[in-house]
């Protein structure tokens, strides 16, 4: 776990990229464990664990999971929301550490934009994040809470 947000430069570097047999964007290849985090029992049942797998980011996509044999899991088959792929203000950005849309939204309009990326840091910073089995996309949020909070103020 000690290597889901402490180098994330470095993860990067290793990343495979794999086309989305749906919408045709490139996706990251996400780690096993996250799916077996995020499946619900119905569909991990179907999961071929010899498989690379790889998380599909685009918002206007159903798929959020597939395989080197193009078998895909949808938004449907996973038990929590995909921030991605789903707009409601109570879905988290911060998986770990609970930051929804509206929470952070909060923040930003009471002049404390930097409150939510100081604290997710700060837990990053104790080896409390676990981004591998509590985020959909398997990797740090940092990103996707700065863009956002961009995108908003
Ligand atoms: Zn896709």
């Not at 179907?46 to 938004?75: G, P, Q, R, W």
Request: aromatic share 6%; net charge positive.
């Amino acid at each position: 776990m000690a290597d889901c947000c402490s180098n994330p430069k470095e993860i990067k570097k290793e990343s495979v990229v794999e086309e989305c047999p749906s919408c045709r964007r490139k996706a990251k290849s996400v780690k096993l464990i996250t799916l077996k985090s995020m499946l619900k029992p119905s569909s991990l049942e179907t999961l071929k664990a010899k498989e690379n797998h790889f998380f599909c980011a685009s918002e206007d996509c159903d798929v959020v999971y597939f395989d080197m044999l193009k078998k895909a899991y949808l938004i449907s088959d996973l038990k929590v929301a995909v921030h991605q792929k789903d707009n409601s203000p109570t879905t988290p950005i911060c998986y770990c550490f609970d930051w929804t849309k509206e929470k952070i939204s909060e923040y930003v309009e009471n002049g404390n934009a930097n409150k939510p990326v100081e604290h997710i840091r700060q837990n990053i910073k104790e080896n409390r994040c676990g981004c591998e089995v509590n985020n959909p996309q398997g990797s740090c949020c940092l990103g996707n809470v700065t863009a956002f909070i961009k995108g908003i103020s």
